[in-house]
């Protein structure tokens, strides 16, 4: 039986980024979508790198994100943007596979096991083919993880970004994973980590 290869596609501060999109003149400065954001009590739901370098985080209130940089660009949220960016990246991955399980409205996990070989000479190739695709069909960018299974794949592109691809394979899994905060773990939050720290287990090997 052949190993599987899965690709988890992660769109890069997805409701940022399509707010930059839509505003190419904010590329280069903080953005923050944030709910509320006349009452300035709302919460910032994303932000792009330039507002990470501030410290801004998600959850941040709107008094927070301006204490933090007051030239930040607060921008209100437009979901029907974020869907319509969505459906258009989902289009492209049906291009690759139709094995495709949505997570959110930002990732899905692409099964191209059976498919891969009909677009390039090896899954990392075709993760590549797909960021480049992405790109330029919509402006966005994607990290890819690729692996040999969902888990692995989605711990892959969560390792490198923006706009990569990390390939996580039986052989330098233990090199790549076992490092990283056991917090990086799906489903593990702030009260699981906090409790696993508490037990001693401050990494994921």
Known sequence: MAEKVILHCDLNNFFASVECVRHPEWKVRPVAVCGSVKERHGICLAKNYPAKKYGIRTGDTV????????????????????????RLTQAIYEEYTDRIEPFG???????????????????????DMLRQQVYYETGLTISVGVSFNKIFAKLGSDYKKPDATTVITPDNFKQILFPLDVGDMMYVGKT??????GMGIRTIG
């Open 63 to 86: 008094i927070d994100v301006l204490k933090k940089c007051p030239d930040a660009i607060l921008a209100e949220p437009h979901y029907e943007e974020y869907e319509k960016y969505s």
């Open 105 to 127: 409205c930002d990732e899905s996990w692409l099964d191209v096991t059976n498919s891969y070989h009909l677009f390039g000479q090896s899954p990392a190739q075709v993760a």
């Open 192 to 197: 699981t980590r906090e409790a696993l720290y």
